[in-house]
């Protein structure tokens, strides 16, 4: 096992899926010669050349939509919206047409896409910089949604990303950069994949099921540490792949503790949480001894202050007030 | 009016009105071939319109009515290994295209055995096996996809010239602007042909654009615009060609405005009574498919009675279209409905 961060893993996935696969191409703005923002994209321009790492200019409606129009035509498509707050900008390509072309079209055309959604608050970079558009994605048929975190899965995951012929929503959260990781090394290095639809179970209990992903999945491991002190067992999934979504080992973990907290980063309202809490009580009502809790952000656009950006971010102290509510309805 | 006076109108709105004269080097069976396309365009979207009134075609329906020689002249000078975009109106392009009209017919009937497995539709109405990447019913939405497919073009080598066929009301989107600045920044082997048919559904276009030379904004991108005349075949056809021989060496996009005129309504049951009626029926006079008969009879290339064959085959290809969609076809089964939302047969509910 090496160990490398979650920057390293997208860019060692980058550069090997290149290497072996000439029709994948990158583009977004300052991707190329500055590497990106955070640096994922780095040396991709040297190694791949300028036809296929692609700096664009500030018009993400139409890079967004050219990924789409490439992606029908033969290529596959990276492409980066710097924060995924403006996704926004290019949601007309994504939902209207890469989401809808295959369906519309009968199935006469693949849209072998990805896209590369930095998300997440944190840092005091507030309303315009904070977001989380998952569940938006998940709404919409004709995507797939995944949010790893852990630098093995981000690794692997992207891989399969690249190789699937769907268009594929990609968030990373844009304060795990620096997270490391064990990840294969040796031959398995460049040959192990993440599959999607499977989720992780990070650590084992028995009275009470934590869902969550992305950064909440670390929190939940963090606040599951402290609550085993205080003799409480939680199991800790990751759900890593959000659409499809791994319910089978979801509702087997529950099926055992009968209790759960589904966590989210998020603003609660209309998230991804509620859906799966919903997905949950159809799937196993019955298995539940407590009504399922939900942990999210604040409904509120996240704020430049320090004091109160706290207020909104879902933390470990959150995650373990829920999990006592659940076992309070004992 | 007299006929002098009607050809004065019709020149006010398109000055670049011009005579028919064929490329030296299109032959005469060329030049059929585009008439009975055009003819197959003309009858298909008729029909269209009259099933569509009986209540036999479910959902919208656009005509193509009238620009026929902007589809048949731009994908005459074209390969089938080339690509297309196309608008909300996007028969006439897939026929142009090459693609069958049973099948076409058949997804206007919602059928299974449609070109879409009957789940397109009028409106989303594709054949990317022979390069049409589908209407799409979000004005201008095609841009940024044929600049995907340019892109495309030049990381695979393979040559490929790809058209995008726009109104002028997708002229106004936010992506019109950012997709040619971009095939233009880059050097892609794009054409963006605007089909000025001066109407946005109700809305003029010197309503909402100071400057209604479309073809002017070509400078701003630092590229070749021109314009001609939409009810034309060969003027599109010269054009287009030309374009894509010099996107093909390396020379960029151009910008084409074919002005012309939309004479029947926005769609299908559209009664146009937000516009002068008496003045759009003035350019049928200049339409496209009468045109290119008269040049026939006119240069003595072909009998009147040759020409009625053509647009009596043409008649005959779409009477048989529509017997086949009614009386050959299937409905799609229910099992089908979340058949190609994800590829390789992968479902997820």
């Known amino acids: 096992m090496a160990i490398i961060t979650v920057r390293q893993a997208l860019n060692d996935a980058f550069k090997e899926e290149m290497k072996i696969d000439p029709t994948i191409i990158i583009m977004g703005c300052d991707i190329g010669v500055r590497g990106g923002p955070f640096g994922i994209t780095l040396d991709l321009m040297k190694l791949y050349g300028k036809d296929r790492v692609i700096d664009t200019p500030i018009s993400e409606p139409a890079f967004v939509g050219a990924g789409v129009g490439a992606a029908a035509t033969g290529l596959r498509p990276v492409v980066e919206v710097l924060y ?19 369906y519309m079209f009968g199935g006469k055309v693949n849209i072998p896409l990805v896209v590369r959604a930095p998300f997440g608050m944190g840092g005091g970079i507030a309303a315009q910089h904070s977001q989380s558009f998952e569940a938006w994605f998940n709404h919409v048929p004709g995507f797939k949604v ?66 969550a992903y992305s950064m909440m999945a670390i929190r939940a491991k963090l606040a599951a540490a402290e609550l085993e002190k205080e003799g409480i067992s939680c199991e800790v999934i990751d ?28 603003n ?63 | 009016m007299t006929k002098q006076e009607t050809m004065s109108f019709i020149k006010k709105a398109i000055p670049c009105l011009t005579e028919l004269n064929a490329p030296a080097n ?20 008729s029909q269209v319109r009259t099933l569509w009134m009986k209540n036999e075609i479910y959902g919208l329906a656009h005509s193509y009515v009238g620009a026929e020689a902007i589809g048949v002249g731009a994908c005459s000078a074209i390969e089938k290994s080339d690509w297309i975009t196309s608008t909300h109106r996007g ?33 989303h109405i594709a054949d990317v096996e022979i390069g049409m990447l589908g209407a799409t019913g979000i004005v201008g939405s095609g841009m940024p996809i044929a600049l995907g497919s340019a892109i495309s073009a030049k990381v695979l080598g393979n040559n ?23 095939a233009a920044a880059w050097n892609l082997p794009a054409i963006f042909l605007i089909e000025n048919n001066q109407y946005a559904i109700a809305t003029e276009i010197s309503w909402v654009a100071k400057e209604t030379d479309l073809y002017k904004r070509a400078i701003g991108y630092g590229i070749e615009g021109v314009q001609i005349d939409g009810f034309n075949v060969f003027e599109v056809y010269k054009a287009v060609k030309k374009a894509a021989e010099k996107a093909r060496n390396g020379g960029g996009p151009t910008l084409i405005e074919a002005r012309f005129m939309r004479i ?47 647009q009596q085959s043409a008649i005959e290809e779409i009477a048989d279209s529509i017997h086949y969609a009614q009386n050959e076809c299937t409905e799609p089964s229910p099992d089908t409905l979340y058949d190609d939302i994800y590829a390789n047969g992968e479902i997820i509910y």
């Open chain 2, 264 to 310: 029947l309504g926005h769609f299908v049951a559209d009664d146009q009574w937000y516009r002068n009626q008496e003045e759009a029926e003035l350019f049928w006079e200049v339409e496209p498919i009468k045109r290119m008969r008269e040049y026939f009879l006119n240069n003595k290339l072909l009998t009147a009675q040759e020409v009625d064959a053509l």
């Open chain 2, 91 to 123: 028969h006439g392009h897939t026929i142009a295209k090459g693609a069958n009209t049973r099948a076409m017919m058949a997804e206007l009937h919602g059928k299974f055995e449609g070109l879409n497995r009957g789940k397109g539709g009028s409106m």
């Open chain 2, 26 to 45: 299109l032959s005469i069976e060329k030049q059929k071939q585009m008439f009975r396309t055009m003819c197959v365009i003309r009858e298909f979207d």
């Open chain 2, 160 to 182: 490929a010239v790809t058209i995008c066929f726009h109104g002028d009301g997708g002229t106004n989107q936010g992506v019109w602007h950012e997709s040619i600045n971009m």
């Open chain 1, 239 to 266: 759900l890593i792949s959000l659409l499809p979504l791994d319910y089978e080992t979801v509702m087997n973990s529950i099926a055992k503790t009968n209790r759960v907290v589904v966590c989210q980063e998020a």
């Open chain 1, 84 to 102: 995924s707050d403006w996704i926004t900008l290019g949601m007309d390509q994504l939902v209207n047409m890469a989401a809808k072309m295959r």
């Open chain 1, 268 to 330: 609660l309202r209309g998230g991804m949480a509620g859906d799966i809490v919903a997905e949950i009580i159809d799937r196993g009502f019955d298995l539940l001894d407590a009504p399922p809790v939900r942990v999210g952000g604040l409904n509120v656009p996240t704020p430049y202050n320090k004091g109160l950006e706290d207020l909104c971010i879902p933390d470990e102290k959150k995650i373990k007030d829920a999990v006592c509510a659940v076992l309070n309805n004992r």
């Open chain 1, 146 to 211: 995944v949010a790893p975190i852990e630098p093995h899965d981000v690794k692997g995951m992207m891989k399969t990303a690249l190789r699937d012929n769907n268009p594929v929503i990609f968030f990373e959260h844009k304060r795990s950069y620096g997270i490391k990781g064990e990840v294969p090394d040796g031959a398995e290095s460049e040959s192990y994949t993440v599959p999607f639809g499977k989720a992780a179970i990070r650590r084992e209990g028995t009275d009470v099921t934590i869902v």
